[in-house]
């Protein structure tokens, strides 16, 4: 058999996954999440709407949606807690504001794809 040494901080430390800093990409919140297929897109657009947030779509172009690195503004990060290059995305027409539908939002999200091929498009939910 083969000699290991068992770690437990209480939780399933196998589960666990060591943050690469290699060629790693940011998209700001869950971009650490692998793809996630059709389906998993709708229920987490269910879940704003269930909740009562109000969805928000943004999308930009592959060259302007990652970050590699902090960029070339040279502003010092370390110095500005948050802030790296390309954050800020251009929004897919306003807030859905009352929206109950998550069919609407996934609507137009399709449209915001077809409008933009190639771009990444992504939903915030925002709690007022």
Same mark, same amino acid.
């Given at each position: 058999? +083969? ?10 430390? !196998? ?9 790693? +990409? =940011? %998209?700001?919140?869950?971009? =650490?999440? #692998? #793809? ?22 943004? %999308?930009?172009? #592959? ?14 990060? !370390? ?13 897919? +027409?306003? #807030? ?6 998550p069919n609407q939002v996934l609507y137009e999200v399709q449209a915001c794809t077809r409008a933009f091929p190639g771009s990444y498009v992504r939903c915030a939910g925002f709690d007022n």
């Open positions: 058999p +083969k000699n290991t040494l068992n770690v437990s901080n209480g939780y399933t430390t !196998s589960a666990m996954m060591v943050w690469t800093p290699n060629n790693n +990409k =940011f %998209f700001e919140t869950l971009s =650490f999440l #692998p #793809p996630l297929s059709q389906q998993e897109i709708a229920q987490q657009i269910q879940y704003i709407v269930r909740s009562g947030w109000t969805p928000a779509l943004e %999308f930009a172009a #592959p060259d302007a949606a990652l970050t590699v690195n902090h960029g070339t503004s040279g502003i010092v990060s !370390s110095a500005t807690c948050g802030y790296y290059d390309n954050r800020y995305w251009s929004m897919w +027409k306003l #807030p859905m504001f009352g929206c109950t539908d």
